[in-house]
């Protein structure tokens, strides 16, 4: 059903009450309110309303079988949402959050089946904006949000990249300007032992060991091919731009790509390889947070610019670009040689 969606202004550090209470209400009468985290723009509803949360998979075309994350503005309100806190989750909480990692914990039943895909885990986490947090607050239920995009696609790191896609579909947009982390959270599932990353992301798998005193981590990388994966994000076509996208691992391969007019190159470190001149559109990620934070506005502005074709040029295969390569991994296709098929 289509609907207006307004976006007000919001200053994410002092955010106006008039602007916070107006969202607040929206969320409270079972509305769909998108508002910045400090990772990616999320799509917000009340986590304790079906029937709100039924309008978060609607509005994103997101397949039923994967789960939410429901975000809290405090550690009492996170813990309401669980049935069993583990000693594991107090050490992490205490070092991460607010913060960009969510904890897998068994739901409480404060968090209906339809956020949780019918599982008996549930995603949660306190996200570090004082706007976001004071926006949960006010609202006074925990809310469950997802990325704000479409299903499938690139997550949103500002309000126009919102609009774009969930425009007519959603109640109201906070805009608070660009995201500064960039990447979606780390999940952590805390119901195995040991705890599993199910999607690499900020918080790596060596800082969460170091915060629970050395207790090892599973650091589960690569795609998963299941229909029902542990981790449902982790579908192996994800986070994808609408222009055909392609990676290669060596520059050297970089003379063998056919570059149709108006191609892209998107490299990461630097320097760029001299073999990028040709291209019309060249994209220079220099470190892993700069990557982090530019990434999807990167691929976003190729789709926007109607760009015929997308080359990255892998990030080297160490610690500091592991997340990006994840999602770069997700968003594009090998390049293949045509005489190699
Ligand atoms: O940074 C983030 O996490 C952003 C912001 C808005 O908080 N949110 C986000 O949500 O990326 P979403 O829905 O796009 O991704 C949530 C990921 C998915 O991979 C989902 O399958 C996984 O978390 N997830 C959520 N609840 C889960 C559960 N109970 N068990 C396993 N995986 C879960
Ligand atoms: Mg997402």
Known sequence: MLRTTRILQVD?????????????????????????????????????????????????????????????????????????????????????????????????????????????TVGVRIPRPTLTRELISRTGRPLAAPSANRSTGVSPTLASHVLADLGGRIDLILDSGQTTVGL??????????????????????????????????????????????????????????????????????????????????VTFGGPEPAECLGFAYRFLLETPDIAARELYRVLRACDDLGVEQIVVLFPPDTADWLTIRDRLRRATRPFVRTSDC
């Open 184 to 265: 979606e959270s780390t999940v952590l599932d805390l119901t195995t032992d040991p705890p599993r990353i199910l999607r690499p992301g900020p918080i790596s798998a060596p800082s969460l060991e170091r915060a629970l005193g050395g207790y090892r981590v599973l650091d589960e990388l690569g795609s998963v091919t299941s229909d029902r994966p542990a981790s449902p994000g982790q579908l192996a076509v994800h986070y994808s731009p609408r222009t055909p996208s392609f990676r290669i691992d060596d520059p050297q391969q970089l003379v063998q790509v056919p570059r149709p007019e108006g191609s892209a190159v």
């Open 12 to 120: 994410p550090d002092s955010p106006s009450s008039a602007v916070l209470d107006e969202a607040a209400a929206v969320l409270r009468g079972g509305g769909l309110v998108a508002f910045a985290t400090e990772t990616v723009y999320g799509l917000g509803a009340d986590a304790t309303n079906p029937a709100a949360v039924a309008r978060i998979y609607e509005a994103k075309g997101r397949p039923a079988f994967n789960p939410l994350i429901v975000h809290a503005h405090d550690l009492a309100m996170a813990r309401a949402c669980v049935s069993h806190w583990p000693a594991t989750a107090e050490l992490l909480a205490k070092t991460f959050w607010p913060g960009p990692l969510t904890l897998v914990l068994p739901r409480s039943a404060l968090i209906p089946d339809i956020v949780t895909a019918g599982r008996e």
